[in-house]
């Protein structure tokens, strides 16, 4: 077997530069991202029991608490509570949005209906902003 001539190796190959500059992401795009995925995956596996009575729950609860184990070291426990209710609770079996009840200033109730990820973001930055303003 004849060796290979290394001397000539990469004098025609040629690089082009990426032009496409890569996107980056914001922590609200990936909150809004995650939280969609999960979201999905909650109602695929309660589907997956309601039609063909597969029990998937059982299965994913080690990831569901590694993944609510990340979203508490993250965003605190208010933050966590109420994210994990609106993945877990807030649609009920007819698809009816539970509201969200809270307790602003002057001990006055509030209610907000969180339809996406999106409003759950505003939401909860609403809530903290009005936190850090009575410290």
Do not use: C, H
Request: hydrophobic fraction near 35%; glycine fraction near 2%; proline fraction near 2%.
């Amino acid at each position: 077997m004849k060796k290979p001539n290394l001397n000539n190796f990469g004098k025609k190959l040629k690089f082009k530069q990426r032009t496409k500059k890569q996107e980056t992401y914001t922590e609200k795009d990936l909150f809004i991202e995650s939280m969609e995925l999960l979201e999905q995956t909650w109602i695929r596996s309660n589907e997956s029991y309601e039609k063909f009575k597969i029990n998937l729950l059982e299965y994913e609860e080690q990831f569901y608490q590694v993944i609510e184990g990340f979203i508490l070291l993250k965003y605190g426990v208010w933050k966590a509570e109420i994210i994990l209710w609106y993945i877990f609770s807030r649609v009920d079996e007819e698809n009816n949005i539970f509201p969200l009840t809270y307790v602003i200033k002057d001990n006055k109730e509030e209610e907000v209906i969180l339809n996406n990820p999106t409003d759950l973001w505003e939401f909860l930055n609403k809530i903290d902003n009005a936190n850090k303003e009575t410290e």
